[in-house]
Each structure stands twice: as structure tokens, then as C-alpha cells.
């Protein structure tokens, strides 16, 4: 027999994550009830993921889990934030045992990670789809945001750029004769959310952004947002040795520039604040390189090897754009 809502709702998800002392009430009432720390803003991001469009129904359950609460946590990362708590809204075509059992093991694996409660949500029946919203704290001197980019500001990158992007087009079949390792595959499902990078930025970068849908497009939402513009290098560009194969054999420069689902954290810094951004970075243990800078005139330009200014590198993914 199928298990009912409420059934599914306490075997798999009522004790995922916590207890964190500011849940007053969690799971399993109307309201979460919940206690936000004095002097600090509550920062608040939602996503959410369809089955045909973010990710294709052979996908493993237990990385999908760890991916639809890695995604809303990479954007609390880029507000500096401190992760607290989560809801999640499941609606799912049946009541599928073993697949709910793997999806809650990868979700509730990272939340525990990051200190996460899951304290509310809802289930329902139709096509696969996963909405999470997060919830954490940012110090209201030290929160990072969008519009604060200034013309002579540096231009960071963490880790990797445009592994999820390849692991996607050769897993259609698409492209180069590289071959899809663990390692480029888990950068595809199973992101990791650079918290403790977007917690060491805050107080020292000026703006900041996850990288979700492509770096033009990313970075085209700070300068837009700061009315400013950048001036980037492809041969400053942070590649994985696959990334990298990638490129000499195929000259595609797309997959690091709009490749999308890298989940690192782009931001911009004043240049007095290299040597102490570099030191936390490394402390972290995390790759890190400057990629660019802010300029006052608009848009984005990028610089090949060559010298030459690359064309066409515009825009990312975009839900309603022209095919």
C-alpha cells in the first residue's frame, strides 16, 4: 500500500537535519515556528527543480536530494549568509519507496553538513518537481549583494569553471573525446555550496553572486544591478585539466563562459583586499584565481588568448528566452 502524506512526511523527512535551538516548532504543524537571532537579517532563497528541464528522470535519486537543497544553499553562500533552515515541496507521480529513501539520504546528508533543519513543506501528486526555500542569518554590516560593484575593483572566481557545463554535453553525447570521470560528474550532480568561502568573503568583497546560469550571464547581473561593466581573460579562467582538454581540442570556449550549474561564487573586491582574500581562500583550502576587472563602461568584455575580444559570448540559461 502506498503510504498517505503525512506517512511519507514522518518516515522520511520529519527528523532531517537539527534540532537547531531556534526552531521553536518544526515539521508537522501548520506553521514552523522559528526564532531569528537579534541584530541579524533573516536571508531567504527559493528554487525549484523539474524532472525534464533541470534534470532528466534516470537521474540517481540520492544525488538529486543533495542537489535541490546544494543549489538554494549556494545562494545564501553568496549573501556571505549562515545556513538555519529549509522547507521542501515535493510533488511526486506515486508514492515510490525506494526512491524517496535515496532522495532523503542525499538531503538530509547535506543539511546535516551545514547545520540545516528542514521545518516545514508539503507533498502532492503530479509531475516530479522539488521546491526548496532556505532560510539563514547575514550580518547586516557584512552581507554581500549584487549592486555594490565599484570601476577598479578585482574580479574573483572560486574553484572551477565550466566542469558541470562539459559533464552535461558529454553525457548527450555531445563534443569532445574527453571522458566523463567521477569527479566531473559529481561537479554536475552533486555541487558543493561554498558557505564557508561566501562567510570569509563577507566584510571583504564588495559584491557578490553564484554561478548558476553562466559567468557572462552571472557577472552581467552585478554589472547591471551595479551599473557598472567588466573586463575579463579567458587565459586567467579557472579550468579543470578536463575543461581544459576540452578547449585545445575543440576551441569552445562556451562551456567556462555560459556553461551553467558550477555553483562557485563570482565577486569583486578593491584591489588594497587581494592579499587578505587570497589568505582566506587559502586557509579554506579552497582554488581560487582573479579573473578581471570592473570598468565603468557597460557590459562585458572578454579576452581571448590572443589579445582579440572573444564574440558572441553572451548571455546563459534562460527559462523563457527564444530557442
Request: negative net charge; proline residues 5%.
Amino acid at each position: 500500500m502506498a503510504a498517505s502524506e503525512f506517512e511519507l512526511i514522518e518516515t522520511y523527512f520529519s527528523h532531517t537535519g537539527g534540532p537547531r535551538e531556534d526552531v521553536v516548532l518544526g515539521v508537522g504543524d501548520d506553521c514552523a515556528l522559528l526564532q531569528v537571532p537579534r541584530g541579524q537579517l533573516l536571508a531567504v532563497s527559493i528554487d525549484t527543480l523539474v524532472e525534464g528541464i533541470h534534470f532528466l528522470a534516470r537521474t540517481d535519486p540520492e544525488a538529486l536530494g543533495h542537489k535541490a537543497l546544494a543549489v538554494n544553499l549556494s545562494d545564501l553562500a553568496a549573501a556571505g549568509a549562515t545556513p538555519a533552515w529549509a522547507t521542501l515541496a515535493l510533488t511526486l507521480p506515486e508514492s515510490d519507496t525506494a526512491w524517496l529513501e535515496a532522495f532523503s539520504a542525499g538531503f538530509t546528508a547535506l543539511a546535516e553538513r551545514f547545520g540545516v533543519q528542514l521545518v516545514g513543506g508539503d507533498t502532492t501528486r503530479g509531475p516530479l518537481t522539488i521546491t526548496v526555500q532556505v532560510h539563514g542569518f547575514a550580518d547586516p554590516a557584512r552581507v554581500l549583494r549584487r549592486d555594490r560593484a565599484c570601476p577598479g575593483d578585482r574580479i574573483g572566481i572560486t574553484g572551477s569553471l565550466g566542469d558541470a557545463a562539459l559533464a552535461l554535453k558529454l553525457s548527450a553525447g555531445v563534443g569532445s573525446a574527453v571522458g566523463i570521470d567521477r569527479a566531473l560528474a559529481d561537479r554536475l550532480h552533486r555541487p558543493l555550496p561554498r558557505i564557508d568561502e561566501g562567510r570569509a568573503l563577507a566584510g571583504l568583497a564588495r559584491a557578490a553572486i553564484d554561478i548558476s546560469d553562466g559567468l557572462m550571464a552571472d557577472l552581467g547581473h552585478i554589472c547591471s544591478q551595479s551599473g557598472v561593466g567588466a573586463h575579463i581573460y579567458t587565459d586567467l579562467l579557472p579550468l579543470s585539466g578536463a575543461v581544459a582538454a576540452h578547449i585545445k581540442e575543440t576551441g569552445d570556449w562556451s562551456i567556462p563562459l555560459t556553461g551553467g550549474d558550477d555553483y562557485e561564487l563570482c565577486f569583486t573586491a578593491r584591489p588594497q583586499l587581494t592579499g587578505k582574500i587570497e589568505a582566506e581562500m587559502h586557509r579554506l583550502g579552497c582554488g581560487f584565481s582573479w579573473i578581471g576587472e570592473i570598468e565603468k563602461q557597460p557590459g562585458i568584455r572578454c579576452q581571448g588568448v590572443s589579445g582579440d575580444l572573444l564574440k558572441g559570448m553572451v548571455g546563459g540559461y534562460e527559462h523563457f528566452g527564444t530557442p
